[in-house]
């Protein structure tokens, strides 16, 4: 029988009474009571403002003092101690207004030998701890509900500063101005974005540990998956000249349901510590069904790296932990990709395991659960590589294309690739955008690069809808499907060639020389040599308006807006920009950052909507925010900081 332990107050100024109450709660089956006792008004408050008992027993008559006075002057100290008031005689008036002031309870002395006595100690004692139960869970809420508070403005005021120190060290790499000081401009962009990963990388932790990570499950097809994540490592992997290679079991699922953003997160980490330390020879990917679970599929990567001893191996999956050797070598990293990645699998359901000797190399296996259903369609896996050489030279290329892809790391790799070749470079996240671009600026694009699987309207429906506006230049397909037959099929949809996954540097620029030499008329020469812009004409007269408070994050947009061929204004607070605009309706665009001094950039943009209704509102922020609610309050997207040049782009094109 589990024994309940619990403080008591007996204030009495009898001793009799005390004994005899005393003696009582000795006999309590179940109870063992640790017994304080009070003959005096000072020492009963003095221990009852402490809030140190679970019950308080008060005799109802105290010298010259009542049990309701008592009750009242405990309760104008901060007592919350539960008080079952006794008398020596019953009075149900006296019951009702010792209840009313509030006594837990009212007992004549005389019950104390009797089951109601032994009975109200029992519910008193119980309510205690239903009380101190939801006390507690209150605090806990409270305090998680403050952390998350606090992370968010951790958030915000990492992500401003950060804002104009990547979107400064931007402009000027752009600008003639960093000839003398590329090399270190470089350095500052490289390390602040170094920075901003560290930052994402403690949001998501914290996000796991306060179990607040939602999974966005979708269907994905393995294959453009796949090459999508190895096209993104193939740069660096060649800057060390590792072989990065690809191996798949014979047949594999080809549609896969998961969450792509956190799967990929998942092998990018993985992939990203294989090449980091990993000096010579080679680091693979593989894709196979766990011969444990056959009902798992299972990611492998694997290096010939340095390893890691095994006494070590536990601690690697531990947040802020690094190999000695790793430390001694002061490799760039705080530790957290291994300790996210193992929550993330731990959260889709799957495992993750370790096999690595020192100074032979790692394997990192990833095993997720496979609905049955998933397992019918079963089909090779083909994801060519190609090599690709640091710095290798390729002559330069006039035209301005548009490029479209949704991930944005495939989007900016294919971007810097055409930018290397001299190309002007427009983007679109899916095939809609596409089509907004080519309707704004037909004319001006020589050729499209894009991607066929894409969400909002992927590659196939919008190479239809382009022909339809009669546009006649060339498209050109991404694909990581390099199966026998689809090229006939993009080709019969309007594509007028087909680019692999992983992207082949060489083969890129050969396709593009190629088609863009096709382009001889005197509009498309004239549209090859127009400046660098990555708005369209119509948007070039538009103003925007920047709300936000952090006067060098401020300046840095209005800079980077206008770099982009935007008028800008700016205004530091929601009064400020509630002024500019009863005076000034011209504005296209408002920019609004969430955390203002005076209000809410939500709130002001559900006020803006109702007078500016042709306004497009756009909201700045250093932390994540539903789509629900910018909807709501006729927000069109949201921007996480820190703002730049791309991101920019990518809204006004």
């Known amino acids: 029988m589990e024994v309940k332990s619990a403080r008591i107050l007996i204030v009495e100024d009898d001793e009799d009474d005390y004994i005899l109450t005393r003696d009582q709660l000795d006999k309590l089956e179940g109870h063992q009571f640790e017994i304080d006792w009070a003959t005096n008004l000072t020492n009963a408050l003095d221990q009852l403002k402490r809030n140190i008992h679970e019950i308080c027993l008060l005799d109802y008559r105290l010298g010259a003092y009542t049990g309701i006075?008592?009750?009242?002057?405990?309760?104008?100290?901060?007592?919350?101690?539960?008080?079952?008031?006794?008398?020596?005689?019953?009075?149900?008036?006296?019951?009702?207004?010792?209840?009313?002031?509030?006594?837990?309870?009212?007992?004549?002395?005389?019950?104390?030998?009797?089951?109601?006595?032994?009975?109200?100690?029992?519910?008193?004692?119980?309510?205690?701890?239903?009380?101190?139960?939801?006390?507690?869970?209150?605090?806990?809420?409270?305090?998680?509900?403050?952390?998350?508070?606090?992370?968010?403005?951790?958030?915000?005021?990492?992500?401003?500063?950060?804002?104009?120190?990547?979107?400064?060290?931007?402009?000027?790499?752009?600008?003639?101005?960093?000839?003398?000081?590329?090399?270190?401009?470089?350095?500052?962009?490289?390390?602040?974005?170094?920075?901003?990963?560290?930052?994402?990388?403690i949001l998501d932790l914290s996000k796991i540990a306060a179990g607040k990570l939602q999974l966005k499950p979708a269907e994905v097809e393995l294959s453009s998956f796949v090459g999508d994540i190895l096209t993104l490592m193939q740069m660096p992997a060649a800057e060390k000249n590792l072989h990065l290679n690809f191996i798949a079991s014979p047949l594999i699922p080809s549609v896969i349901k998961v969450d792509p953003t956190r799967l990929r997160q998942i092998i990018i980490n993985l992939l990203f510590n294989a090449i980091k330390f990993t000096d010579a020879g080679e680091v693979s990917l593989t894709v196979d069904f766990d011969p444990n679970h056959p009902e798992h599929i299972r990611f492998i990567v694997s290096d010939t790296g340095i390893g890691i001893a095994a006494k070590e191996i536990d601690s690697i999956f531990i947040p802020f932990q690094q190999l000695e050797e790793v430390a001694l070598k002061k490799e760039q990293g705080a530790g957290l990709g291994l300790a996210i990645s193992t929550e993330l699998v731990r959260c889709?359901?799957?495992?993750?395991?370790?096999?690595?000797?020192?100074?032979?190399?790692?394997?990192?296996?990833?095993?997720?659960?496979?609905?049955?259903?998933?397992?019918?369609?079963?089909?090779?896996?083909?994801?060519?590589?190609?090599?690709?050489?640091?710095?290798?030279?390729?002559?330069?290329?006039?035209?301005?294309?548009?490029?479209?892809?949704?991930?944005?790391?495939?989007?900016?790799?294919?971007?810097?690739?055409?930018?290397?070749?001299?190309?002007?470079?427009?983007?679109?996240?899916?095939?809609?955008?596409?089509?907004?671009?080519?309707?704004?600026?037909?004319?001006?694009?020589?050729?499209?690069?894009m991607d066929i699987h894409m969400p909002v309207m992927d590659g196939r429906k919008a190479i239809v809808e382009i022909r339809k506006l009669g546009f006649s230049k060339p498209v050109l397909s991404l694909t990581a499907a390099n199966m026998k037959g689809v090229d006939i099929e993009l080709a019969a949809l309007g594509f007028d060639d087909v680019i692999g996954k992983p992207i082949d540097q060489t083969l890129l620029h050969k396709k593009l020389k190629q088609y863009l030499q096709q382009n001889t008329s005197v509009e498309q020469t004239a549209a090859a040599k127009t400046t660098n812009s990555n708005i369209t004409d119509c948007l070039a007269n538009s103003q925007v308006l920047v709300v936000e408070d952090d006067a060098d994050a401020s300046d840095v947009i209005v800079l980077l807006l206008d770099s982009l061929g935007l008028k800008a204004d700016s205004a530091a607070s929601c009064e400020m920009c509630l002024d500019i605009l009863s005076k000034n309706h011209q504005f296209s665009h408002i920019l609004l950052d969430k955390n203002l001094p005076d209000g809410d950039g939500i709130k002001l943009a559900n006020q803006i909507r109702v007078s500016h209704p042709s306004c497009e509102l756009i909201v700045i922020s250093g932390e994540e925010i539903d789509d629900d609610v910018l909807s709501q309050n006729g927000v069109s997207c949201a921007l996480l900081k820190p703002i730049n040049m791309q991101q920019l782009s990518d809204i006004f094109s």
């Open 69 to 201: 006075d008592v009750l009242n002057k405990a309760q104008a100290l901060g007592s919350e101690v539960p008080i079952i008031m006794l008398t020596g005689q019953s009075d149900d008036a006296l019951d009702r207004l010792a209840l009313k002031a509030g006594a837990a309870d009212f007992l004549v002395k005389g019950d104390i030998t009797n089951s109601r006595f032994a009975r109200a100690i029992r519910y008193a004692i119980a309510r205690g701890e239903i009380e101190k139960a939801r006390q507690q869970s209150l605090d806990a809420e409270i305090e998680s509900r403050s952390k998350d508070r606090f992370i968010a403005h951790l958030s915000h005021e990492l992500r401003t500063p950060l804002t104009s120190i990547l979107g400064y060290t931007e402009l000027l790499l752009h600008s003639d101005k960093a000839n003398d000081a590329s090399k270190e401009l470089s350095t500052i962009l490289n390390n602040g974005k170094h920075l901003l990963s560290l930052l994402n990388d």
């Open 348 to 449: 889709m359901e799957g495992n993750i395991t370790v096999e690595s000797e020192l100074g032979k190399g790692s394997k990192f296996m990833v095993s997720l659960p496979l609905p049955t259903a998933y397992h019918a369609n079963l089909k090779p896996l083909e994801v060519k590589i190609f090599d690709q050489h640091s710095g290798e030279k390729y002559g330069p290329l006039k035209g301005k294309i548009l490029i479209v892809d949704d991930l944005p790391d495939i989007r900016n790799l294919v971007g810097e690739m055409c930018r290397s070749y001299g190309l002007e470079v427009v983007f679109a996240a899916d095939g809609r955008q596409a089509l907004e671009a080519l309707q704004n600026a037909s004319h001006d694009f020589d050729l499209v690069v």
